[in-house]
């Protein structure tokens, strides 16, 4: 799917300072994520129960660099 098609929202948490910028769209059934900054990269798509497995580990830091330290 076109990623200029679609309606992209940048996380809430994101600044316009260059941070890491994630956003979001809605592809029903499923949520699709990309980073801002490279729009035409990856963007995988998770529906509800992976989203928010996702986000549970992101939070409890499994992705932020301390994994297997």
Known sequence: MDSQALRWRKSS???DHGGECV???DLAP???LRDSKDPDGPRPAFDAAARGAFVCRVKGGAHDGRCGR
Do not use: Q
Request: charged share 35%.
């Open 23 to 25: 956003e979001v769209a």
């Open 13 to 15: 948490r994101s600044d």
């Open 30 to 32: 499923v949520i699709g």
